[in-house]
């Protein structure tokens, strides 16, 4: 009797992501790793498109997303091929499927290190480093030495200024995103003279809670925000993924308990990432990888 055997391969066909079998979707991340939850996959694909693969008895084994950010601006995430099926082709496929349905769009991703050299061959460019910073946050956790009475909780109907804000440092209409973000989460911000110059935004995400977009002129502000949104969660798992280089907001981020995880690269294709300078708006937290 021979000690080896031949398993027969098997076709995976696609589907419209919306209507993929949820569960199937939350075992592929699972599968990978990632920590979402499935009311993670429900608000992602609540705010984007894309495509799942799945085999003849309808298990998952692929997944990709692209989220529209206006008419010429697109983010893509959720870029997943199961273990059992991945160096067969079949994260190509999917992505250029996906770049078909995009179009002429400006494109921006964050790549794991999986990922890295098929987005390469597929024109994407290296930006920044994204830091996935999360712990346990430290008890009393606070900003030392920043005014914090600056911060105000921001209301339903500052959404408006919330979204232009967003647009200034993102470089593309998020209102999509964050109407949809802001019911789920507790945002927080700073006005000066009577214009909103900073915002964040926290949620229930993965093994936690996520705190993120932070969008601020200054790291001071970025800092007072995220503390204030840090403030009641001690002893409990958060997370804030940044592509601030080392210097105070990484410090802050550190001591309140949060210490680099890992790290992804923004990648684009079409146009550079909008760069963060001080004392203009900018983009300090992600609002989630695949969202920018
Ligand atoms: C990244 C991922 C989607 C790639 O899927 P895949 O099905 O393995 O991709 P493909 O087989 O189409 O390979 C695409 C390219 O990746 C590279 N690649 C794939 N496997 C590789 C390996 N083991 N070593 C080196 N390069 C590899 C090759 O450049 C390949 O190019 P080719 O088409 O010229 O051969 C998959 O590894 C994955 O799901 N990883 C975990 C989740 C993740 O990191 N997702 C990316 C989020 S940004």
Known sequence: MSDTMRLQSFDLATQDIAEADLD?????????????????WSL????????????????VFA???????GETVATIGMVITSPRVQTHGGGRFMMEHILRECGARSLMLN???????LYLSLGFEVQAVVCQMQGIVREGSGAP??????????????LPRIVALDKAAFGADRSVVLTRLAPL???VGIRRNGHLEAYAMRRPFGR?????????????????????????????FARLDTRQPEGRFRTFLQSSGLELYDTVKTMTR?????AVRPGQPGIYALAAQPLG
């Open 208 to 236: 936690g809670t996520v705190i993120g977009p932070v969008v601020a002129h200054s790291e001071d502000d970025a800092i007072l925000l995220s503390a204030s949104l840090l403030g009641d969660l001690g002893g409990r």
């Open 145 to 158: 030495k920043l005014d914090a009475s600056a911060v105000e909780v921001l209301a339903p109907d500052d």
């Open 111 to 117: 790549s794991t290190r999986a990922a890295h050299a």
């Open 185 to 187: 989460s507790r945002i």
């Open 63 to 69: 997944s990709a997303m692209w989220f529209d950010h």
């Open 44 to 59: 992602f694909r609540s705010l984007g498109r894309g495509l799942a693969a799945f085999d003849d008895i309808g298990r």
């Open 24 to 40: 199937g979707l939350h075992a592929l991340s699972i599968s990978v790793g990632w920590p979402h939850r499935r009311s993670d």
């Open 270 to 274: 079409g146009a550079p990432l909008a």
